[in-house]
């Protein structure tokens, strides 16, 4: 094995390793130990969880000597870096049941159109992907192993038969 395949193979495995992570901070509801911040309501379980859709989204790819992680979700930055969202006027429709209460069927009795003006959101920081000392230990555990096998396989190779 050539140097070149021995530090693709280390960085094949990291990102193997890396993305096995990353896929279980949806299951730990938090980056590493640090835990998401629940949303206001919380009806349909984890907000990070509702679809599924985010978490598959993660890819990563290797690309001479990085791995890139990313994610097609357009919403995937806001969601691991946090930050304010600006949003436009739009018309919603309300339903209301038969005794004028808020209902989400739409079979409601009657409907009713309103106006919600622009206004920001604040997103809060459920960061799924990144660096931090967990990331670190993990691709020291990796490159230590990498080395181990490297090791042996030279022992082998020098063994006198």
Do not use: C
């Not at 640090?34 to 598959?56: A, D, I």
């Not at 960061?127 to 230590?144: D, K, L, M, W, Y």
């Amino acid at each position: 094995m050539s140097s070149e395949q021995f530090k693709q193979k280390i960085l094949n495995d990291i990102k193997v390793e890396l993305k096995d992570e990353f896929d279980r901070n949806f299951e730990r509801k938090g980056f590493f130990s640090p835990s998401w911040k629940p949303r206001k309501k919380e009806t349909r379980g984890s907000l990070m969880l509702v679809t599924g859709n985010l978490r598959r989204s993660i890819s990563a790819e290797v690309e001479g000597d990085k791995i890139i992680f990313s994610s097609d979700m357009p919403y995937a930055a806001i969601h691991n870096e946090g930050g304010t969202i600006q949003m436009k006027a739009r018309k919603q429709v309300i339903h209301f049941n038969k005794k004028g209460k808020f209902s989400k069927k739409k079979k409601a009795h009657y409907a009713q159109k309103a106006n919600r003006g622009n206004h920001t959101i604040d997103m809060p920081k459920r960061q799924f992907i990144g660096n931090s000392p967990e990331v670190q230990q993990a691709i020291s555990r990796v490159v230590s192993d990498n080395m181990k096998e490297l090791e042996k396989t030279v022992a082998n190779i020098l063994k006198p038969k």
